[in-house]
């Protein structure tokens, strides 16, 4: 009786060759979209963070220069759509006040990556503040407590890739 050998022959090796090799030139090809898909994401988590942080920050009371603000919160502007700037509520008007609120942050979002839409109780506005008020903390948009906002985000190169973050009056913020 004969042994029978194992191994792959030249014709399994070949095919698994060419299959591998198309599946990297699939890979690299479309390798910046992803990127820049990637980007987006990264964009709207860190969004999302940062209002979850301000969040905090008004949960647990925390002071600036010796005494706790009004509140804290985020600031976006479709004229100025690569940033945001976080704040503090220093005036107590629920909303941002440039010269009297304090700055705690200015964020850039990352290359490719926009505000593309603003929006507090549905209507489209040019410029959106959310205040977290102490110490519960009420949740302020645009200086109503009884609305929503959404936050759109998308690729300068791909606008139909869009990515939201959304707040609601009750302090919830989700991502989509």
């Known amino acids: 009786m004969k042994e029978k050998k194992s191994g792959f022959t030249l014709v399994e090796l070949l095919v698994i060759g060419a299959i591998i090799s198309i599946l990297t030139a ?4 479309n390798y910046p979209a992803i990127g820049r898909s990637f980007a987006l994401k990264r964009s709207t988590d860190r969004l999302a963070q940062e209002l ?8 647990s009371m925390e002071e600036l220069s010796g005494s706790v603000p009004y509140g804290y919160g985020i600031y976006l502007n479709t004229s100025s759509p690569y940033s945001y700037t976080s704040f ?3 005036d107590g008007n629920h909303e941002w006040g440039e010269g009297t609120d304090s700055v705690l942050d200015s964020v850039s979002l990352e290359d490719n990556v926009e505000i593309s839409v603003l929006q ?3 209507i ?4 959106l503040s959310i205040v977290f008020e102490p110490p519960d903390p009420t949740t302020w948009i645009e200086s109503s ?3 929503t906002s959404t936050i759109t985000l998308r690729l300068e190169t791909d606008p139909a890739q869009t990515r ?3 707040v ?4 919830l913020i989700t991502t989509q």
């Open 52 to 59: 979850r942080s301000m969040q905090q920050k008004s949960v």
């Open 26 to 29: 699939f890979v690299l090809a």
């Open 168 to 171: 609601n009056s009750a302090g």
């Open 124 to 127: 489209q506005v040019s410029s």
């Open 88 to 90: 503090a509520d220093i």
């Open 120 to 122: 507090s109780g549905g």
């Open 145 to 147: 407590s009884s609305s």
């Open 164 to 166: 939201s973050v959304y």
